[in-house]
């Protein structure tokens, strides 16, 4: 049972445009979310996070957003550059709500970034 | 900071062998996570520790996986014996225990098993 869910395997943008990236989430017990970055042979880097109690956070050209009624949180990279062509992960933890720090991961998405 | 370190980075070998991963984790970071990455499964937790003691292990798959931590500089996967459906990428990541969500991954050791 996939408790985070990226429904978007892979997503295609043009260099400037604006990359939005969906999560789902089913456990309501999780109150703290994250976005890695991975590229290829690497490890994932941590990227943007959120608690819930906030809707949203903002950290240079990415803004993460949560909307905890529709167990539903996105990631906004504006302006795209090539860079950014990685494989973007979602991930959940339930830190507040029960012990301990594990982070649950979504399947993530390719981006690609043309210039 | 090197960051966590995790070898070998590539380890290719036969069915039936026993395989070891090592990690060395962030000075000051208690708490420790294995994942294993395949294209079915994605990233998934196999077991994590705080504090050296593991914490949930109901990700490790079968009794032929096994995780230590000796202390807060050390942790091994082991996976004895190996077989063709444990190769994947395998993740060791650490950070500075509850409260603090946040993880810093190595750079993976690829165990190819043939």
């Known amino acids: 049972d996939q408790q985070v869910k990226q429904n978007s395997p892979s997503l295609s943008v043009q260099e400037g445009r604006i990359s939005i990236l969906n999560c789902d989430y089913t456990n309501s017990m999780f109150d703290y979310f994250l976005w890695y970055k991975k590229y290829p042979a690497e490890g994932p880097t941590f990227l943007i996070s959120i608690s819930s109690i906030k809707d949203k956070n903002e950290d240079g050209r990415f803004t993460v957003f949560l909307n905890k009624s529709a167990k539903h949180l996105s990631l906004h990279i504006v302006p795209s550059q090539p860079g950014d062509s990685a494989v973007y992960f979602c991930a959940a933890s339930a830190i507040l709500k029960a012990a301990g720090n594990k982070l649950t991961f979504g399947g993530g998405t390719r981006v690609l970034v043309k210039p | 900071d090197a960051g966590v370190i995790q070898s070998p980075r590539h380890e290719v070998t036969e069915m039936g062998q026993e395989v070891t991963l090592r990690c060395k984790p962030i000075?000051?970071?208690?708490?420790l996570f294995w994942y294993r990455q395949t294209m079915m499964r994605g990233l998934e937790l196999l077991i994590y520790?705080?504090?050296?003691?593991?914490?949930?292990d109901s990700g490790m798959p079968e009794d032929r996986f096994s995780a230590k931590m000796p202390n807060a500089s050390f942790s091994t996967l082991k996976i004895q014996p190996s077989e063709p459906r444990d190769s994947a990428v395998y993740f060791c990541?650490?950070?500075?225990?509850?409260?603090?969500?946040?993880?810093?991954f190595g750079q993976g050791t690829r165990l190819t098993v043939v």
């Open positions: 990541a650490s950070s500075r225990g509850q409260g603090m969500a946040e993880a810093f």
């Open positions: 000075s000051g970071h208690n708490s």
């Open positions: 520790f705080n504090n050296n003691v593991p914490i949930d």
